[in-house]
């Protein structure tokens, strides 16, 4: 599994942006997804996940309802839909990937084997 992180940018408060995290390598169908975030001088946070299936989901109750995660398994690819952006969901935004995670560890970034490169988000006021 290779990720590659991507469509991140400078945009206004209430802006919409979507990443997409693409994998190169070996198939990740049957792999959890997850997306995280790390901004200047804090620990790395959870942000959405999603299961292999793509029937559940799970999100960060800063983002819930903002913030929608899908997956095309055929184009190994999953996309976060971010919308009305706040200045606080500023930071770098990594997706990982792992193929054995449980229910309680899906929000845990120690949980996941691979990761990506990281794509900027900035949200200005």
């Known amino acids: 599994v290779q990720l590659q992180a991507s469509g991140g940018g400078l945009v206004q408060a209430g802006d919409s942006l979507r990443l997409s995290c693409i994998n190169t390598g070996r198939t990740f169908s049957q792999y959890t997804v997850g997306w995280f975030r790390q901004a200047p001088g804090k620990e790395r946070e959870f942000v959405a996940a999603i299961r292999w299936s793509g029937r559940h989901t799970f999100y960060a109750d800063s983002v819930k309802g903002r913030f929608t995660i899908a997956r095309d398994n055929a184009k190994s690819t999953v996309h976060l839909q971010m919308n009305s952006l706040k200045p606080e969901d500023t930071a770098v935004y990594y997706c990982?990937?792992?193929?054995?995670?449980?229910?309680?560890?899906?929000?845990?970034?120690?949980?996941?084997?691979?990761w990506g490169q990281g794509t900027q988000v900035t949200v200005s006021s």
């Open positions: 990982a990937a792992d193929a054995g995670l449980i229910i309680s560890t899906i929000r845990s970034d120690v949980a996941y084997d691979y």
